[in-house]
């Protein structure tokens, strides 16, 4: 495996859950040790049994560049479970994958170029010199920190190339528990919720941004999410996955409770209100220069 760094509502409410204990779904909800004796991961789960798309949108509903194509996809941190990203190469002039933590924040992503071809009879259409071809398949490993087990023979990944991505890491940076300008002006001002060095208060949910910028494809492929038993390595059919198990989702409405708002607007005011104004020495005459976001105003 190759490592690299760097909406539809789906659910009822829980009192519903007691009448789908025995339904019937399109493929195995537990893996005893014989469930795909066949195959690989990809040959027994890339079909529509398992896969669960993204949200996607424009750069006006995610308030990004009007010129991209967005998909998202939320998740909460469970070490049962891994995700696994599976799209195709769009004809764009620039790509990422971005993992957002529980804040809204960057935690991680992988760049266009260093996203790796599915298998070696895949080509990255944004490697110098690489012409672009339809149907170029890519997958990214989301890791929520569990640890494999014994992987079943028709749910193994040998042969494919991964990036990875870990979920359980907050972002870095902007952290304004050590900025003494913020509790000097506001000294009940809101911790930042941090890590620890021993990695002892980790990421607990986040979303996923496949972003496609200036996309010239007449329709833009699709992506999808793949919810994966970390022990044995097999695949959940995403309408378990929807229904009963609930980490992942391309519905706003049930995946926005998952992350911490109070977090990602203290984000937004620290930026807003605090960073751009330390850029200043305190002026002297009347008028006094402000820079919120991208703009600058006076203010008499």
Request: glycine residues 8%.
């Amino acid at each position: 495996m190759k490592l690299s760094g760097g909406v539809n509502a789906f659910f009822a409410s829980v009192s519903l859950f007691s009448g789908l204990a025995h339904a019937q779904y399109c493929g195995p909800t537990s893996f005893t040790g014989n469930q795909f004796p066949k195959g690989n991961f990809f040959s027994n789960f890339y079909n529509p049994c398992y896969l669960i798309p993204f949200a996607t949108g424009s750069g006006a509903t995610e308030s990004g560049d009007l010129n991209a194509i967005y998909a998202k996809i939320i998740y909460k941190v469970n070490p049962a479970y891994q995700l696994i990203i599976v799209g195709q190469f769009d004809n764009s002039r620039y790509m990422s994958i971005t993992n957002y933590d529980a804040h809204s924040a960057p935690a991680q992503f992988v760049l266009d170029q260093d996203i790796a071809p599915l298998t070696s009879s895949y080509s990255n259409p944004y490697l110098p010199g690489s012409t672009y071809v339809p149907g170029q398949k890519y997958a990214v490993a989301l890791d929520f920190g569990g640890t494999p087990g014994t992987q079943q023979k028709g749910c193994m990944m040998t042969g494919y190339n991964l990036n990875e991505l870990d979920a359980t890491q907050r972002h870095a940076g902007m952290d304004w528990n050590s900025d003494p300008y913020v509790w000097k002006v506001n000294p009940n001002f809101t911790y930042h919720i941090v890590d620890t060095p021993q990695h002892t208060n980790p990421n607990t949910a986040g979303e996923t941004l496949v972003r496609n910028y200036l996309d010239i494809s007449t329709a833009p492929s699709a992506t999808y999410a793949i919810l994966r038993d970390v022990a044995s390595g097999c695949a959940y059919p995403a309408a378990y996955a929807a229904q009963v198990l609930q980490v992942v989702t391309s519905n706003q409405n049930i995946g926005n409770p998952w992350l911490d708002t109070n977090q990602a607007d203290l984000h937004r005011i620290y930026a807003n209100d605090y960073l751009d104004q330390v850029c200043y020495a305190k002026p002297a005459n009347m008028a006094v220069w402000v820079r919120p976001g991208l703009f600058r105003t006076v203010v008499i």
